[in-house]
C-alpha cells in the first residue's frame, strides 16, 4: 500500500513539474497580432503583393542548435509576416544569407529530407503545447507536413496546401497558404493560436527559431510564441473528392472481354 502512495505521490509531483514548467515558459513567450487582407498574396514566392505591407515584421531569430540560446547575427537574420482571410492563413519569411548563391538544393521526395536549407511552420488552434500541425519549405520548393503529438512528428499525415520559393541575391524567400481545411479549429469569434518558425541552414548546421526553445526543459513544443487577432474566421466543411476510374481484360482461349 505503501509503495502505490508513493508512486501516486511521485506521478502527481510529476505532473505539477510540468504544468509549473509550461505557465513559466508561456510568461515569457513572444507574441504578435495577425492582419486581416482583403485580397490574398500570389503564392509565387515573390514578396511584392499588397498583402503584406501592412504585416507585422517579426524577427530576432535565437539559435535553437547547436548554440541554443544564442543570438542570430544580423547576416543570417530570418524575418516573417502573418497574414489571414476568410480562407486560410498565409505567411512569408524572408532568410538572409550571405553565401545565398550556394544555398544547397538538393531534391527529395515529398516528405522527406535532404541536403537543403528548409522553412518550418507550427501552427497549434488549441495552444496546448502538445498537437501543432507542422508545415516545412525546403529550398528546392519541395514541402513536408506533419501532425505533431508531445514532441514526436508523424509524416503520414499529409494536407493540402500551397508554397513556393525564390532564390536571391539576399538568401531565399518562401510563400505560403495553409487553408483552413487543412487544420482544426475551435468555432470562436476571436481567436489566438500558437505558433513557431524555424529555420534549417544545412551549410551551418544550425536551426533557428522565432521563439526561443530552451533544450534542457521541457518538449519543444511547449515554447510557441502566441499569434493573436483571427476575427471571425469559420472552420470550414471538410469534403474530399477523388475521381476514381476501373477497367478489366479477361483473356480465355483466344477470347478477350472487356470490363
Given amino acids: ?48 503583393d499588397a498583402a503584406w505591407k501592412d504585416a507585422e515584421l517579426l524577427t530576432d531569430f535565437i539559435t535553437f542548435r547547436p548554440d541554443n540560446g544564442k543570438k542570430v547575427t544580423a547576416a543570417y537574420q530570418t524575418t516573417v509576416k502573418v497574414i489571414y482571410d476568410d480562407a486560410a492563413i498565409y505567411i512569408s519569411a524572408t532568410m538572409l544569407d550571405p553565401d545565398a ?23 497549434n488552434p488549441n495552444d496546448d503545447g502538445q498537437n501543432p500541425f507542422e508545415f516545412i519549405v525546403q529550398s528546392t520548393g519541395k514541402q513536408a507536413d506533419a501532425k505533431i503529438s508531445n514532441g514526436n512528428e508523424d509524416f503520414n499525415w499529409s494536407a493540402v496546401w500551397k508554397s513556393d520559393v525564390a532564390i536571391t541575391p539576399e538568401g531565399w524567400q518562401v510563400e505560403i497558404e495553409i487553408p483552413y481545411r ?21 551549410n551551418l548546421n544550425e536551426q533557428h527559431t522565432w521563439s526561443f526553445i530552451d533544450n534542457s526543459i521541457g518538449r519543444w513544443t511547449q515554447y510557441d510564441g502566441l499569434i493573436e487577432g483571427f476575427e471571425n474566421i469559420k472552420p470550414p466543411t471538410r469534403l474530399n473528392l477523388y475521381p476514381y476510374a476501373s477497367a478489366a481484360t479477361t483473356l480465355f482461349e483466344g477470347d478477350t472481354q472487356f470490363d
Fill in 101 to 123: 548563391a550556394n544555398i544547397p538544393q538538393e531534391f527529395a521526395s515529398r516528405d522527406n529530407f535532404s541536403q537543403a536549407d528548409f522553412f518550418l511552420v507550427t501552427i
Fill in 182 to 202: 487543412a487544420i482544426r479549429f475551435t468555432n470562436s469569434p476571436v481567436q489566438s493560436w500558437g505558433v513557431n518558425f524555424h529555420r534549417r541552414l544545412e
Fill in 1 to 48: 500500500m505503501f509503495k502505490k502512495e508513493l508512486l501516486l505521490v511521485l506521478g502527481m509531483g510529476i505532473g505539477f513539474i510540468g504544468i509549473f514548467n509550461a505557465q513559466e515558459i508561456k510568461k515569457e513567450r513572444k507574441k504578435t497580432t495577425t492582419t486581416r487582407v482583403s485580397e490574398a498574396p500570389i503564392i509565387d514566392g515573390i514578396l511584392n
